[in-house]
């Protein structure tokens, strides 16, 4: 090898010969837990948030185009397939929102404890199905008004 | 790892002594300010993304021209902004990580962040910009 990289994985045994480190095992290994799901979802709900912000880059910029851009725009977003999509985006929205505060929590040192991160785990679930079913509840009140 | 399928065992062929490989890891001295700039622009978040949420029920089935009035009141137009600002910026600092985690190869890795950064860059202007011409 000649990569600096790979040569730090790269070590001495007792008897003094060159042998590659062990490697921790791969994900599929484990028994899905609260601690990594809810991490995993993290991080997955902040790539999905991030593709989300090209619909919120459309949207502000088809408004500011003009009217038929923004008619094309809006009928795009209210079809079946915008309203799945936009369902989808507020799902991950509301996690990440609720899962941020949580590791916020875990950066000011709180919650480390394992019962209670299992607690606020959960927590963070149910937090994530109600505010998604309040959105849209209340989406549609607004709509039918 | 190949490496370790015969017996002779991995080797090293580099012009470098063990303790140079050592040399120079460690901390770079920047990623505190990556961590708290991550931090700060999610604190900011918490609010403006509600107030982002509320806003959209609020200008559902509205015209082009009654959401121009209302992004261009100057509360909404400051708000707007700030969320654009605080968003992309924790965007861009968030897929950074992802990436430095899971692309490996130099050459990709640095491609990668330099596309995504721009893109980040690109698409906050144009939300800023648009929210600026809808307001004035």
């Given amino acids: 090898m000649k990569n600096v990289h790979e040569a730090l994985m790269v070590g001495r045994n007792s008897e003094g010969k060159l042998v590659s480190r062990p490697l921790s095992p791969h994900l599929q290994v484990y028994k899905p837990q609260m601690s990594s799901m809810t991490s995993i979802f993290h991080r997955a709900t902040g790539c999905a948030l991030g593709l989300g912000t090209l619909i919120l880059t459309y949207w502000l910029v088809a408004a500011a185009a003009g009217d038929h851009a923004f008619a094309v725009a809006q009928a795009i977003i209210t079809s079946w397939l915008g309203l799945l999509v936009l369902f989808g985006f507020t799902v991950a929205l509301f996690y990440h929102f609720c899962n941020g505060i949580r590791h916020l929590a875990w950066d000011a040192g709180k919650g480390f404890e394992l019962p209670e991160m299992h607690r606020n785990g959960n927590i963070v679930l149910v937090a994530t199905a109600v505010l998604t079913v309040l959105f849209w509840v209340l989406g549609f009140v607004v709509w039918l008004a | ?136």
């Fill in chain 2, 1 to 136: 790892m190949s490496n370790l399928d015969n017996n002779a065992g991995p080797s090293v062929h580099m012009m470098r002594s063990q303790l140079g490989r050592a040399r120079g890891l460690g901390s770079a001295k920047i990623g505190v300010q990556h961590w708290w700039a991550q931090r700060v622009t999610a604190v900011a978040l918490l609010p403006l993304s509600l107030y982002f949420v509320l806003s959209v029920i609020r200008l559902e089935g509205h015209s082009r021209a009654q959401m121009a009035e209302f992004i261009g009141r100057p509360w909404n137009t400051v708000l707007y902004l700030c969320l654009i600002a605080a968003l992309f910026y924790h965007l861009a600092l968030g897929v950074q990580v992802v990436i430095e985690d899971y692309v490996h190869k130099d050459s990709t890795r640095i491609a990668s962040l330099l596309a995504v950064k721009g893109a980040c860059f690109f698409c906050a202007l144009a939300c800023a910009v648009s929210v600026l011409k809808l307001a004035f």
